[in-house]
């Protein structure tokens, strides 16, 4: 069977005038030499409106009108094929005999779209409707910190009920990052392939398993097995939010949102240690997790409920109609605009072996490696500063358990405020280094730069623009922080902590938004990659923070730290002076690929065709 050819871009011009609230265009007469200058016009000819070259200036076009033309970058319907609109309009579209000559045309024509036609929008979204799934997956991914800190305040009581000692009770915790580290790597892939939402409701569903098996756990091996399938449950929500914003937002306004998004996401670290107190000192510490459960619950719920499918192969930028899974239940009383697009019935990729073990391929990459190592080094630091709180200051200060959990106040509140003011720095950075950008190669203010033109923009330097400072003060904070519990001043050492905490945060920020930029097509694998490698080191620094501390001191311990921390840093200047470099060579590369596919699929087709 022959191939139907491609038509030029085409829209109903029923549809596109009640689109535009205007009525349908007549055609009119063009003499030749008309015709031959056209770059895009619309001309209408039996009710279709039919994209044409022009070198004029396109007319006003509203929102909704850009819609119809969502993909016209692909020179498609927005549906994917004219033989769908056709069909949708009652038409045979194999009957082309009622067509001008240039419907008929080859998939080799000429036509184009002009320049002119608006850009079709990142995402169809309001600042004000990306906040809001913004706050819910930033709900979600609050489970992971806060399943692990507020479980800290109950060490002991957990070795004392068990009748084992802290040590043996700190492998929990070693089990708990480590399986935080590996789970993304199959929830990561999962969410680019099937679906955001369908990934939160699965990991959620393990989540609350994990709570219950932990609320009946009576020995070490049961609690050591469910706080891992605990950890498979929530550790996920991180880089499937993390997908969720890179779905749904430009590098432009990815930094506030990036913020936000830690920002309530790292609470756990701050309400999380003081429930974990006041639940272990009134009702025992089993009560954490039924806690845990009835919070659980309610965030499915809410995702149930509010959160749409934002996976662009799915929803595309917001315009494709959701049905089935990918659908909230929201949209049952309130459905979306009628404007929206019926998706391909195309199958969805499934998940293989490959695509679970491809995201490790971006540790090859030298800026993505230099990324993701340093942030590692800085975690694993600020965990062990957090994961020794509860050992060091019972021994030192006599805290009880409640007690314990308002100590950590200060690293919470750091966390979330280095995550909060970062993201609004980030904004600031990028808003700079734009204009720099714009200046040097001689971009009005008032043209809106798209994704195509930032393929040189310096979004390293974006990122990185102001990590320095907080780097020092990190390095500065860890080197004394040690030394600190010896002057019997609780005061100094929660203070320190507050600047660990938010130092640490800043990095992790910095380091969320550049891998997102660096793979904004693979946002939850990138995003699993960096848990992968910070939990990995993160595990092993934990489970030799108190051998070390035991054998040369607390002080000693956290300077040898800190000197680790300043022997890696020279990584950001690898990065900030070769980054963008990388970057462009990886683009080649990967083009190169691509079209060496391409070329070999072609040739295939043809030795077939003989």
């Avoid at 049961?222 to 605990?230: C, H, S």
Wanted: one cysteine or more; aromatic letters at 10%; proline letters at 5%.
């Amino acid at each position: 069977m022959g191939s139907i050819p491609r038509p030029p871009p085409a829209s109903h011009a029923a549809t596109l005038s009640s689109l535009t609230n205007a009525l349908p265009e007549e055609p009119t007469p063009m003499d030749p030499e008309q015709v031959r200058r056209q770059d895009i016009r619309t001309r209408v000819h039996d009710g279709w409106v039919m994209a044409r070259k022009s070198r004029i200036p396109s007319r006003a076009w509203d929102r909704q009108s850009i819609l119809v033309f969502a993909d016209f970058n692909n020179f498609e319907s927005p549906r994917g094929s004219w033989s769908r609109i056709a069909e949708r309009d009652g038409e045979d579209f194999e009957d082309t005999s009622s067509r001008p000559d240039y419907v008929r045309s080859s998939a080799s024509s000429s036509y184009s779209l002009d320049k002119a036609l608006p850009e079709p929008p990142y995402h169809v979204f309001t600042l004000a409707k990306k906040k809001q799934l913004v706050y819910i997956v930033s709900l979600a991914g609050l489970f992971s910190p806060l399943s692990s800190n507020i479980y800290f305040p109950a060490l002991g009581q957990i070795a004392t009920d068990l009748k084992t000692s802290i040590s043996l009770i700190s492998l929990t915790i070693t089990v708990y990052m480590v399986v935080q580290g590996l789970a993304p790597s199959f929830w990561g892939p999962l969410s680019d392939t099937q679906g955001r939402r369908i990934t939160f409701i699965c990991t959620f569903a393990v989540y609350l398993l994990a709570n219950v098996g932990l609320g009946f756990s009576n020995s070490f091996a049961a609690l050591m097995v469910f706080r891992g399938i605990q950890a498979a449950g929530s550790a996920a929500t991180i880089s499937v939010g993390a997908g969720v914003i890179g779905d749904i937002t430009t590098a432009r306004e990815r930094g506030g949102l990036i913020g936000v998004f830690g920002g309530i996401r790292m609470m756990g670290q701050s309400i999380g240690p003081v429930f974990g107190g006041i639940i272990t000192q009134f009702l025992g510490f089993r009560s954490i997790f039924w806690f845990l459960f009835g919070l659980g619950s309610v965030a499915l719920l809410l995702i149930l409920l509010l959160l749409p499918e934002t996976l662009r192969s799915i929803a595309g930028n917001g315009t494709l109609r959701l049905a089935g899974i990918h659908r909230p239940l929201i949209y049952t009383f309130s459905p979306p605009s009628d404007a929206l697009i019926d998706r391909d019935p195309t199958p969805k990729k499934k998940v293989t072996l490959s695509d679970i073990v491809a995201p490790l391929k971006f540790l090859f990459e030298k800026d993505v490696f230099i990324t993701l190592f340093f942030g590692s080094i800085v975690y694993t630091v600020w965990s062990m500063v957090t994961s020794s709180t509860t050992s060091l200051f019972q021994s030192r200060f006599h805290l009880n358990d409640l007690q314990i959990g308002l100590a950590f106040l200060p690293n919470g509140a750091g966390c979330v405020a280095g995550s909060y003011l970062t993201g609004y720095l980030m904004d600031h950075d990028y808003h700079v280094i734009e204009s720099q950008y714009r200046t040097s190669r001689n971009i009005p203010e008032d043209t809106k730069l798209n994704k195509k033109d930032l393929v040189d923009f310096p979004i390293e330097k974006s990122r990185l623009r102001n990590i320095w400072w907080n780097v020092l003060i990190f390095i500065a904070a860890t080197a004394g922080y040690g030394f600190s519990l010896n002057l019997d001043r609780i005061a100094i050492p929660l203070m320190l902590q507050f600047f660990i905490a938010y130092t640490a945060t800043a990095v992790f920020s910095f380091n969320s938004a550049l891998v997102i930029d660096l793979y904004p097509g693979a946002s939850a694998s990138a995003t699993a990659v960096n848990n992968l490698m910070r939990c990995s080191v993160g595990a092993v620094g934990v489970a030799v923070v108190q051998i070390v501390i035991d054998g040369v001191g607390a002080g000693v311990t956290f300077l040898i730290f800190a000197a680790v921390t300043m022997g890696t840093s020279p990584l950001l200047v690898l990065e900030w002076l070769y980054g963008e470099g990388w970057r462009r060579e990886r683009r080649e590369r990967l083009k190169a690929k691509d079209e060496k596919e391409i070329g070999n699929v072609e040739n295939g087709k043809a030795m077939i065709a003989k």
